[in-house]
């Protein structure tokens, strides 16, 4: 026997969590490109009476980013601290990267694999010169599982 009984309305709310830590705004779950877009909608004051919104430049500079990545590399987190300072970052067991969107269209990287403690840094990189090779150069060893040998 059939019953011809409507099913309820799916509705649909993105997963979006704000945790807070040492004034770093940090979406927790939801697209990277969803979580960069969310800052342009910001006000004055979001994090408290002195904190300031990112610059749209650096919103668009984040996303340029993140859709020029190869996609073999893991998705970033976003954040963005007090000051309006725009940022992507990964976190795991083997590695912390993080990438700061600064004026001018640069960005400076820190980067530290847990297992040795090595850590690198770059400075005032040009965005405009960023390409695929550049990509794993720097950020290749987010593919590289630290604390193992390679077989020769």
Same mark, same amino acid.
């Given at each position: 026997?059939?019953? /011809?009984?409507?099913?309820?309305?799916?509705?649909?709310?993105? &997963?979006?969590?704000?945790?807070?830590?040492?004034?770093?705004? $940090?979406?927790?779950? *939801? /697209?990277?490109?969803?979580? #960069?877009?969310?800052?342009? @909608?910001?006000?004055?004051?979001? !994090?408290?009476?002195?904190?300031?919104?990112?610059?749209?430049?650096?919103?668009?500079?984040? =996303?340029?980013? $993140?859709?020029?990545?190869?996609?073999? =590399?893991?998705? &970033?987190?976003?954040?963005?601290?007090?000051?309006?300072?725009?940022?992507?970052?990964?976190? /795991?067991?083997? +590695?912390? +990267?993080?990438?700061?969107?600064?004026?001018?269209? @640069?960005?400076? +990287?820190?980067?530290?694999?847990?297992?040795? *403690?090595?850590?690198?840094?770059?400075?005032?990189?040009?965005?405009?010169?960023?390409?695929?090779?550049?990509?794993?150069?720097?950020?290749? !060893? #987010?593919? +590289?599982?630290?604390?193992?040998?390679?077989?020769?």
């Amino acid at each position: 026997m059939y019953f /011809d009984t409507a099913a309820p309305e799916a509705t649909y709310e993105p &997963p979006l969590s704000a945790i807070e830590t040492s004034n770093t705004y $940090v979406v927790a779950t *939801g /697209d990277v490109l969803s979580q #960069l877009s969310s800052f342009a @909608k910001l006000e004055p004051g979001w !994090d408290g009476a002195d904190s300031v919104v990112p610059a749209s430049q650096d919103i668009e500079a984040a =996303l340029d980013f $993140v859709l020029s990545m190869p996609p073999v =590399l893991p998705l &970033p987190k976003a954040m963005l601290s007090a000051s309006g300072e725009l940022g992507l970052y990964w976190d /795991d067991n083997d +590695i912390y +990267i993080d990438i700061a969107f600064e004026p001018e269209g @640069k960005i400076s +990287i820190y980067s530290k694999i847990r297992s040795t *403690g090595k850590e690198k840094f770059y400075d005032s990189i040009d965005t405009t010169s960023i390409n695929s090779n550049w990509y794993f150069d720097t950020l290749g !060893d #987010l593919l +590289i599982p630290h604390g193992y040998a390679l077989a020769a």
